[in-house]
């Protein structure tokens, strides 16, 4: 490998991000928290769980930001030659379109990230923070990374909490205590962070419905002349969906069922 690949923006990020996650850890070892209290008792279970799931939580962050989240495949291949009759079902108002910049034909609630340069299925959005789009087949994981990271994020916090001993002089304190200060506010941020994160992805997911979707149905021809959502199936079956992946089916499908649906209502 090039050693300018190095510097590559995706390489950058997640080598940014382990660092930040274990010297944070570290932090919170090295003071005088409950982790330390809890080695010298001896009761080691709560310590060892803690960076468990802090390397849980890593591994689930380099799984969704390596993985392929849902890519349009350029060249079509033998098992997508069936969808072809999917698309068919489709109403002609609602036409699928040709992807200008990669020219495949897009298939519903597909959108091409200018960053990825590629067409992803179900696009959610381009997340900056690990380089890679959410999408079709990582955004699953994606959401329960967000579970995993909040939980370890409010379990640091309280570490960190537990660990601050606030006295007089303020020099003298911040020598010693200043560094297990700043970590304290850095985790209240990423907490905060996370949690709205994590409250909007699963409102999202509750109503089968993306971020693009969301924020831009104005702009978006198969959504903009619906008076709803026309993916939506109860909450039920949106989470059966999403995490499960049933009942199975195209969304050109679901989306022709509720047109369907909608003319036999009128």
């Avoid at 008792?41 to 689930?60: A, I, K, M, R, Y």
């Avoid at 959005?125 to 890679?132: K, R």
């Avoid at 970590?183 to 419905?209: E, P």
Wanted: charged share 15%; hydrophobic share 45%; proline share 6%.
């Amino acid at each position: 490998m090039a050693p300018w690949a190095l510097l590559r923006p995706g390489v950058l990020v997640r080598t940014g991000h382990t660092v930040l996650t274990w010297g944070i850890t570290l932090v919170l070892f090295l003071h005088d928290t409950a982790l330390r209290q809890w080695e010298e008792q001896g009761e080691l279970l709560v310590p060892l769980t803690f960076l468990l799931l802090v390397l849980g939580s890593l591994l689930l962050y380099l799984a969704v930001s390596l993985m392929d989240p849902g890519y349009v495949n350029v060249l079509p291949q033998p098992q997508e030659e069936a969808k072809e009759e999917q698309t068919a079902m489709v109403p002609q108002a609602i036409p699928l379109r040709r992807c200008r910049h990669c020219m495949v034909l897009q298939p519903l609630r597909a959108r091409h990230c200018r960053e990825c340069r590629r067409c992803v299925r179900r696009y959610d959005h381009h997340c900056p923070w690990m380089e890679n789009c959410v999408g079709e087949r990582n955004h699953p994981l994606f959401v329960a990374y967000l579970a995993l990271q909040l939980v370890v994020l409010l379990w640091g916090l309280y570490l960190a909490w537990s660990g601050l001993r606030f006295f007089r002089p303020w020099g003298l304190w911040l020598r010693s205590s200043g560094l297990l200060f700043a970590t304290f506010l850095l985790l209240s941020l990423f907490s905060l962070v996370a949690s709205l994160l994590l409250a909007s992805h699963l409102y999202l997911v509750a109503s089968n419905t993306t971020t693009w979707e969301f924020i831009s149905s104005h702009r978006i021809a198969y959504l903009r002349q619906r008076p709803g959502n026309p993916f939506d199936r109860g909450l039920t079956r949106n989470l059966a969906h999403f995490f499960c992946g049933w009942p199975s089916g195209s969304w050109e499908t679901l989306w022709a069922e509720d047109e369907e649906g909608s003319s036999q209502d009128v």
